[in-house]
Structure formats: structure tokens, C-alpha cells
């Protein structure tokens, strides 16, 4: 019986969540990888806010076959309310009125996570949204018990990439070889990021802590040696700022690839 | 024979439970745990890691790396910006926290430690057991439970290690303000000490009024040394789970500091556990990012029985007097007057140190436990200034408050 209720709520919520994305039409920025994602949505959502443009993050774990339709409709069931059944009843509620608005409003960037717990997830979960672009993180050892290994959950990604639109856009981490090696997997523009390899695009050096967080320096094709400090302690947050610095310049300032507003 | 041992004691808490258990239908106001179970929606996170098969091997010994992540969101919540990978450790309960900090920061020349009076009973025992010594320096009764810097600049010295508090303070219910903190950091710095902050009972700091309409915001942000970032490498910060998220069995918390800190806390921390429970690494994932409003209404509901016992205590006013506590679920009223008709506590030598013996404080939870059967923790269990106090805890249920302080009540009004 729970099992009969869930397919029938995954079924309905994907129908409405692919309702909202025909009629709406937003930018969607899929974060994926097994680390980092959160500050990595957080500066993508920081480098919008910037440009004052419309844009909006899902909620932590809002990320698989249930999450994801609801972190496009927007809606978050509350865990409190009492019974399972009307708590569903209220979300569907909410997604129905969500999906149908009249009004469809302006252009919004949507930042949703894709979480894999298991091969072939990212199949059902491309089925419900494609991406314009993908931002990479890292592949860790996080969620090992229905993958053999990292390779493994490289070729769940290298789906994700595969989904791009030819005037999509990659962002990847250059200093995680598996993740770098997704790139031959896209039609769509790659820009690399790292703080080890060289070779990125986007590439952070002078790295040192400081008392109040971090400073270094960001090496673009654009320009040489931007001065950045961040009140944050941690190599996962320079990531974060590298993309923050690719959205700011290659998507908001260059529209590239999608016109936005 | 059992030299290290000689001279640590069980805790006075465990010693009274454990008299306790030993007498029918008696009321505890002793143990600092709530009476709620842990939600169900951090149960229902463990018992999905369990099927999944994900908890029987160890983790790192930093803990989970998600769960590791997840703390640097809440910490970031909160203005305090630490690096998951470096500066995090997962540990299994604050006393394992603390222990492995200390005994990563006491040196031979550098061994002791200050406590305040009143303060966590067993952080005495904790600096015993990890080689070093406890000096205390008394807070200030008069001053609202406040530190008194002229002790404190007394007792500091090269020797200093560190200055360890909880804050909100277990038993008293202070909360120290950001000036003194901040002047307490001061003086640390001065001779080259840790500050080791615990911070168990920052989700319960209340406001003024006694009983809060459900849907009133109560809760108030408690300051941090650790939000200080020239303070990082000074400051090791420590957070259990057990009280906030009703999560005390699962023995999960977490501390942080500079990754320079870390580094020596992490060796200890393996020597003592290896890595905290993994399934219960699990359920603090689920605690953080979905038990908020549990929170809030373990706030609420504390915040009342607050307002609850302080009734009590006003209709004992010949026997207490008391401040009202602003955090944490504990208060720690001053006994005015013993009652005649006394237990002879030398009846339970086998259980108590003679100085237990000698103590008023003692006395009076013996004379309540075995004549009103309340359980209560004796004052003298939280340092020399907590002599003449008792601690109740008000994080039990309205009914055992109720009937607890009605025993009280009954036999303080029936023995003058």
C-alpha cells in the first residue's frame, strides 16, 4: 500500500514539476557531485542576488525521485503536520496551483541538486529536468554502498552532462580527475575550475588563511590576478567562489548560454 | 592498585540516581536529561541507515564527512565559520569532546584547568582523569551567577591551560554576557590559555515571561566566544546533541576549533572512541536538518515549567531563594533553612565521600530523597560555591514537577 502511494505521489508530482518547466521556462542549474553542493548553490544564489535577478535554491536533501519535483514546484511539506496523508494532500494542493498559475511571471533561475543513491537514478531524475547547465563539484567516497566504486558514480554524471543542450554550459572541477574527464561526454561549453590544476579556466592561487577567512587570487581567461577574500575557512569555498566568478561573468555579464531576463 | 583512580569520584548526579533507584516512587529532579523522547523523524533517519547498511563499519575518525558538512552549515547559521574538513570533529558525546580536548591541551608544566563554582559536575572528574588539575574560581551569587574577574585574575596562572564553562552555565542558568566573555578571552590570552566553551544548552536561553503563548517567538541567540575569529585558535567550542534534539542515549555531538587545534584533539579523540557512533551520526544528520521545530517546542515547553517551578519556589520563599534562570533547564535555589528531622547520612558511607558526609547541601537531598522521595542533586556537586543549593531540573514533565514540589512543599511546611 505505501509502496502503491508513493509511485502514485512520485507520478503525479512529476507531472506537475514538468508542468511548471514548460510553462515557465526557467533557467536550470543542476549542482551535482558528492560534496560542496550546498556552498556551491549558496554562491551561485549570492552571484544572482548580485545582478538582482530572480533565482532560487532547493532545500537540502530536496533531491531525488520526491525532492526534486518539489524543490521546482517550490514546495516543502511540513514533517510536523500530523498524518502522512494530509501532509501529501496539502503538498499536492499547493503543487496543483503551483503548476497552473495563470500568471507565469518573469524569468527565474532555478538551482537544484541531483542526488544518486543508486545507478540509473539520474535517468528518472533527467526524465523530470533538463538542465542548461551543470556545475560539478567533487566525487567522494560519500555514498558507497549501492556503488562499487567512484568510477561508478562518474558514469551516473556523465549522464547528467550528456543532457546538456548544445548552448548548455559545464562547470567543472578541474582538480578532480573524474570529474574533468566528464567533459568529453558534452556538446555544450566546458569551463573548468581548480585550485591545483593549472589548467583551469578559472583558477584560484596565492591561496592563505587568514584571521578572518581567505584570501587569494583569481586567474581567468578575462583577466589576471583578481583579489578575492572570503570570510570562510575551508578549500571548498574557493571552489564555491570560483563559480560564483563563472556565473558572474560567463552567464550574467556574457549571457551566455541562455538569455535570462 | 587503581592510583589514577584514587582520587576521582563518580558523579554526585549518578551517585543520588543510583540511591534513588533503590526507593519506590520517588520523583527525580536530578538527571539533566528532558523528558521527551528523540523526535521521530531522527529515528525514522536511523532506522533507514540501519536497513541501508551503512552503520556497522566505522566512519573517519573526523565522523561522517556529510554530517561534518552539515555542521559547518549550522555553525555559519550561528556567525561561527569553520571548515568541515579541518576543523570539525564528530564525538561521541561532550564528555568524549572534552576529555579528548583535554587531554590534548595539558601539558606537564601546563596542567591546570579553571572551573567556575557552580559549574558541570563532572568537569572536575574530566580534568582528574585526563592528568590534570581543577582549580575553581566561584562565581558571583550576589551578581546574578556572574564572574567574579577578581577571583579569576587571581587564580590564572603560566600554569593555566585553560579556562573551561558551559554557557548557558549547568546549574545556575546564567548566561554570560558578551562583555565578559569577551574580557574572560582577554585574560586567557593574557596567559597563553585555551578557552574550552560547552555550549550544551544554547538552544535554550528564555525570555522574560513565564508562560509564552504557543506560536511566541521565546528563543533568544546566545553569544559565542567561537564567533570571534582572531579568537579560533584560542577557542575549542563543544555541542552535544543530547539535550537540544532529546538525543542523550544516542551519545552524539560534535567541537570545533582552529584546524591547528584539531589536528592534536583528532589523536586523542581516536585513541578514545576511534569515531563517534555511526548510526547515531546518522540520526544527528537528520536532527540538524529537519528538527528545528522540535526545538522550538522542547523551548517552549521548558520555558514554561520554568515558570512553573519558579512558583513553587515563590510560595517556598521562607525555605529558597533563587535566581530565575535564562537558559539551560536547571535552577539552583539557595537552601534558607534545614529541617530538624535529618537522615544520618553516615548510613550511606559506602555511596558518599566524607566531605559528602560533612556537606549541608548533602544532607538536605538525603533528608528529601528518603523523606519527601524527591531526588535532587546536592549543590557541593557543582563546586565549593554551590554549598547550600540545590538543582532541579525542570526539563522533567508538569506532572513530576507537580509532584515533586508538592512533596517538597509538604514535608519543608511539616518539619518547622
Redesign the interface.
Known amino acids: 500500500m505505501a509502496f502503491l502511494l508513493k509511485n502514485f505521489l512520485q507520478s503525479i508530482l512529476k507531472i506537475l514539476a514538468k508542468t511548471y518547466l514548460w510553462r515557465r521556462k526557467p533557467l536550470v542549474i543542476v549542482v551535482a557531485g558528492t560534496?560542496?553542493r550546498?556552498w556551491l548553490k549558496e554562491n551561485i544564489l549570492s552571484g544572482f542576488n548580485k545582478k538582482k535577478l530572480l533565482c532560487r535554491v532547493s532545500q537540502?536533501?530536496f533531491n531525488a525521485e520526491i525532492g526534486l519535483p518539489l524543490s521546482i514546484l517550490g514546495i516543502f511539506p511540513?514533517?510536523?503536520q500530523r498524518g502522512k496523508i494530509n501532509r501529501w494532500f496539502f503538498a499536492l494542493k499547493k503543487g496543483l496551483k503551483i503548476a497552473f498559475k495563470k500568471n507565469v511571471g518573469e524569468k527565474e533561475v532555478l538551482v537544484l541538486e541531483m542526488a544518486i543513491d543508486k545507478p540509473d537514478d539520474m535517468e528518472y531524475l533527467l526524465s523530470i529536468a533538463r538542465p542548461d547547465i551543470a556545475v560539478f563539484s567533487a566525487i567522494?567516497m560519500?555514498y558507497p554502498?549501492n556503488f562499487d566504486n567512484l568510477d561508478e558514480i562518474a558514469m551516473e554524471y556523465r549522464k547528467l552532462i550528456a543532457a546538456l543542450p548544445k548552448n548548455g554550459l559545464a562547470l567543472l572541477n578541474a582538480d578532480d580527475r573524474r570529474i574533468i574527464g566528464l567533459g568529453q561526454y558534452t556538446g555544450a561549453k566546458v569551463i573548468t575550475y581548480g585550485v591545483e590544476n593549472q589548467n583551469a579556466d578559472y583558477f584560484a592561487q596565492d591561496i592563505q588563511k587568514i584571521?578572518?577567512?581567505q584570501q587569494f587570487k583569481i586567474q581567468t581567461p578575462e583577466m589576471t590576478g583578481k583579489n578575492i577574500e572570503i570570510?570562510?575557512?575551508?578549500?571548498?569555498?574557493i571552489y564555491a567562489e570560483l563559480v560564483k566568478e563563472v556565473i558572474l561573468n560567463k552567464i550574467i555579464n556574457d549571457q551566455i548560454p541562455i538569455t535570462i531576463q | 592498585m587503581f592510583q589514577r583512580t584514587q582520587n576521582i569520584n563518580l558523579s554526585p548526579i549518578k551517585t543520588m540516581e543510583l540511591l534513588a533507584s533503590k526507593i519506590s516512587d520517588v520523583v527525580s529532579l536530578a538527571q539533566g536529561i528532558p523528558s521527551f523522547d528523540t523526535p521521530s523523524i531522527i529515528k525514522r533517519a536511523a532506522i533507514k541507515a540501519l536497513n541501508r547498511g551503512v552503520v556497522a563499519k566505522y566512519s573517519l575518525t573526523y565522523g561522517l564527512s556529510e554530517l561534518r558538512e552539515t555542521i559547518e552549515q549550522k555553525l555559519a547559521e550561528d556567525n561561527m565559520f569553520y571548515d568541515f574538513e579541518k576543523e570539525i570533529i564528530v564525538v561521541a558525546g561532550s564528555i568524549d569532546g572534552i576529555t579528548a580536548a583535554l587531554i590534548a591541551i595539558i601539558e606537564q608544566n601546563k596542567d591546570e584547568i579553571i572551573i567556575f563554582s557552580p559549574d558541570y559536575t563532572s568537569y572536575a572528574e574530566t580534568i582528574k582523569v585526563s592528568g590534570g588539575k581543577p582549580v575553581y574560581v566561584n562565581l558571583s551569587e550576589q551578581n546574578n551567577w556572574q564572574i567574579d574577574f577578581d577571583e579569576l585574575s587571581a587564580k590564572i596562572s603560566p600554569r593555566t591551560a585553560a579556562i573551561m564553562f558551559s554557557n548557558p552555565n549547568n546549574p545556575t542558568g546564567t548566561i554570560f554576557s558578551k562583555d565578559n566573555l569577551l574580557r574572560l578571552a582577554e585574560i586567557a590570552a593574557s596567559n597563553n590559555a585555551f578557552i574550552i566553551s560547552d555550549e550544551v544548552y544554547k538552544d535554550f536561553v528564555y525570555s522574560d515571561t513565564d508562560y509564552p503563548k504557543p506560536n511566541e517567538p521565546i528563543g533568544k541567540a546566545l553569544f559565542s566566544l567561537a564567533e570571534i575569529s582572531e579568537l579560533r585558535k584560542r577557542v575549542i567550542r563543544i555541542f552535544s546533541l543530547s539535550k537540544a534534539y532529546a538525543m542523550a542515549g544516542w551519545r552524539i555531538g560534535f567541537l570545533h576549533s582552529d584546524e591547528e587545534n584539531i589536528q592534536e584533539i583528532l589523536k586523542t579523540h581516536d585513541s578514545l572512541v576511534t569515531c563517534a557512533p555511526v548510526i547515531s551520526q546518522h540520526a544527528a544528520l537528520a536532527a540538524l536538518d529537519f528538527a528545528g521545530k522540535e526545538i522550538d517546542m522542547f523551548r517552549y515547553e521548558f520555558q514554561r515549567r520554568r515558570g512553573l517551578t519558579c512558583k513553587y519556589l515563590n510560595e517556598l520563599s521562607d525555605f529558597f531563594s533563587y535566581h530565575k534562570p535564562i537558559g539551560s533547564y536547571f535552577i539552583f535555589p539557595r537552601v534558607l533553612k534545614y529541617p530538624q528531622t535529618k537522615v544520618d547520612a553516615k548510613k550511606y558511607k559506602n555511596y558518599l565521600t566524607p566531605e559528602q558526609m560533612e556537606s549541608p547541601s548533602w544532607q538536605f537531598a538525603l533528608d528529601l530523597l528518603y523523606q519527601a522521595r524527591v531526588a535532587v542533586v546536592p549543590g557541593l556537586a557543582f563546586g565549593p560555591a554551590g554549598e547550600n543549593h540545590i538543582r532541579l531540573s525542570f526539563g522533567r514533565n508538569k506532572k513530576d514537577i507537580d509532584k515533586a514540589m508538592g512533596r517538597i512543599r509538604k514535608f519543608l511546611t511539616s518539619n518547622f
Open positions: 560534496a560542496n550546498h537540502k536533501n511540513d514533517e510536523n567522494t560519500i554502498e584571521t578572518t577567512g570570510k570562510r575557512f575551508g578549500k571548498h569555498h
